[in-house]
Every structure is written in structure tokens, then in C-alpha cells.
């Protein structure tokens, strides 16, 4: 998951492979999170995958994960941010 990077020079190819790939897991994970409280980045990509990335590529997909529910492109509504400044998701 090299390519993943916080750069702006990023191709739009990469920007729509990375958001078919967190689609995927948002997919997969999703059936397995409650309604009935808040989840994170991490919830929504499975905290197997979470671990094993680092802090850049985290922060990548957690920006990439509020843009695409800004644009009504994941099943979840913004729930505002914690006090550690992380972003939390309702399912929808």
C-alpha cells in the first residue's frame, strides 16, 4: 500500500482506486458495526487492516473516508469530531 501517499500530486486514477478499495472495506465492515453508536475510521476499515498501516496512510484514509461521506458516497452520516480530533461516522 505503498502508493498511498498525503501528497497533492496524486493522479486521479489513484484517488479513485483508493476510494474503491475503502468503499470495499466500508463494505465488508460495516455489516458487523452497531447502529447505535458512533464508529471510526478504523471500525469502518476492520481493525485487522487498521493495525498494520501507518499513521500517514491512516490519516489518508481518514480524510478520504470524510470527503467521500461529504459527498453522500458511503452509507454513514458525520457524527463530528472526538476530542482527540478524529472523526467519527453514524451508519446511515
Avoid at 501517499?5 to 458495526?33: G, M, Y
Amino acid at each position: 500500500m505503498t502508493h498511498m501517499t498525503t501528497s497533492t500530486n496524486k493522479s486521479k486514477p489513484d484517488n479513485l482506486q483508493l476510494n474503491d478499495l475503502i468503499a470495499e472495506f466500508v463494505a465488508i465492515n460495516i455489516t458487523r458495526l452497531s447502529r447505535n453508536k458512533k464508529h471510526f475510521s478504523e471500525d469502518l476499515m476492520g481493525p485487522e487492516l487498521w493495525e498494520t498501516l501507518d499513521n500517514g496512510i491512516r490519516q489518508e484514509i481518514g480524510r478520504v473516508i470524510y470527503k467521500m461521506v461529504d459527498r453522500e458516497s458511503l452509507p454513514l452520516n458525520y457524527a463530528g469530531k472526538t476530542s482527540s480530533n478524529k472523526h467519527t461516522y453514524w451508519l446511515d
